[in-house]
């Protein structure tokens, strides 16, 4: 027998929307009409069974976004907290979200994507399966995501190759100036085949990243030279 969706207390579900066995919405969270959360995976494999969906704090999932359950029992579909995932977004089975994620109107997802704290994808973004997004990236609306994004930049095009820094977020987040010179630095070692020569800060993020095995590769750099 299929087991009810665990919801909050306080969870507000508007018209329309269908929230599917095996998901658990912690407090805080909004779904909007005609959204659907916890569906089967599209996923060919599949055959059936307990899997999850699990959303976070505080999250908002707007007009008909839709969220799938999980391939495998082990590890749910997750999405973190006071995440905002905006109207006809799709969040494919086994995707990971950090916190404070915002993927924009009609973004796609693919199966096992990985998008880590305080990113914000573009609208009508495309990412294939298996890609990491790192943590306070900045992808260009449009934007068709085949590889890896590296923490603390920007992408953008089709395919997306880095294009700068996230200045503009590192600022907002309170980066320094002196958090910013050593950050150019790692990036452009990155962009010239090298490693980060620096393990601390923003810049042992980076490159912490980077010692993690990647399925897809980290996406191309553009034709700007480094960044200044």
């Known amino acids: 027998m299929a087991c009810d969706a665990v919801v909050a207390d306080d969870v507000v579900i508007g018209p329309y929307a269908v929230v599917h066995p095996y998901v658990r919405l ?7 009409a005609h959204a659907v959360l ?3 995976p599209q996923d060919l494999s599949f055959a059936g069974g307990v899997t999850w969906l699990e959303v976070g704090r505080d999250t908002v999932i707007r007009e008909a976004a839709i969220v799938h359950r999980a391939t495998s029992p082990d590890v749910p579909t997750r999405i973190g907290a006071s995440c905002l995932i905006m109207g006809q977004v799709h969040v494919s089975h086994d995707c990971h979200l950090g916190d404070r994620v915002v993927v924009s109107q009609r973004t796609a997802l693919a199966g096992h994507v990985t998008v880590e704290t305080d990113a914000v994808l573009g609208g009508m973004t495309a990412v294939h399966q298996h890609v990491r997004i790192g943590r ?4 260009g609306a449009l934007a068709k995501v085949t590889r890896d994004v590296l923490p603390f930049c920007a992408v953008d095009g089709n395919p997306a190759t880095h294009r700068a820094l996230n200045v503009v977020g590192l600022r907002r987040a309170g980066a320094s100036a002196e958090d910013l010179r050593v950050l150019r630095q790692a990036y452009n070692r990155v962009r010239a085949g090298l490693s980060p020569d620096d393990r601390a800060g923003l810049a042992g993020q980076l490159a912490e990243f980077l010692d993690v095995p990647s399925p897809r590769g980290i996406a191309a750099f553009g034709r700007v030279r480094g960044v200044a």
């Open 26 to 32: 912690a407090a805080g969270v909004r779904v909007d």
């Open 38 to 40: 916890g569906g089967d």
């Open 136 to 139: 306070r990236a900045m992808v």
